[in-house]
Nanobody, 113 residues
Framework: QVQLVESGGGLVQPGGSLRLSCAVS????????MAWYRQAPGKQRELVAS???????NYADSVKGRFTISRDNAKNTMYLQMNNLKPEDTAVYYC???????WGQGTQVTVSS
């Protein structure tokens, strides 16, 4: 079974940047679509961005122009580059594939001055 391990979160000031990584056990080549989700305290988990095996991407309106999703098939890793971070981006970020795998522990992103 595919395992997903997120990393790269942390505390950053508003306007700052972070790059999240999602390490995939096994070959990422067999996975068509992958995605990043986030869950803020007291809120439902939401889809942030997705990327297909053909590198087609989609973004939530709230992150368009600030976040970039990418995947490196050679490294079996997916990334989320987050720029111009805002306090409302504070959440636990999770990666996922389709069909779904078990959720990982996520990585905490906190945007605060």
């Amino acid at each position: 079974q595919v395992q997903l391990v997120e990393s790269g979160g942390g505390l950053v000031q508003p306007g700052g940047s972070l790059r999240l990584s999602c390490a995939v056990s096994g070959s990422i080549l067999s996975i068509n679509t992958m995605a990043w989700y986030r869950q803020a305290p007291g809120k439902q988990r939401e889809l942030v961005a997705s990327i297909s095996s053909g590198a087609n991407t989609n973004y939530a309106d709230s992150v368009k122009g600030r976040f970039t999703i990418s995947r490196d098939n050679a490294k079996n890793t997916m990334y989320l580059q987050m720029n111009n971070l805002k306090p409302e981006d504070t959440a636990v970020y999770y990666c996922q594939k389709f069909p779904f795998a078990s959720w990982g522990q996520g990585t905490q992103v906190t945007v605060s001055s």
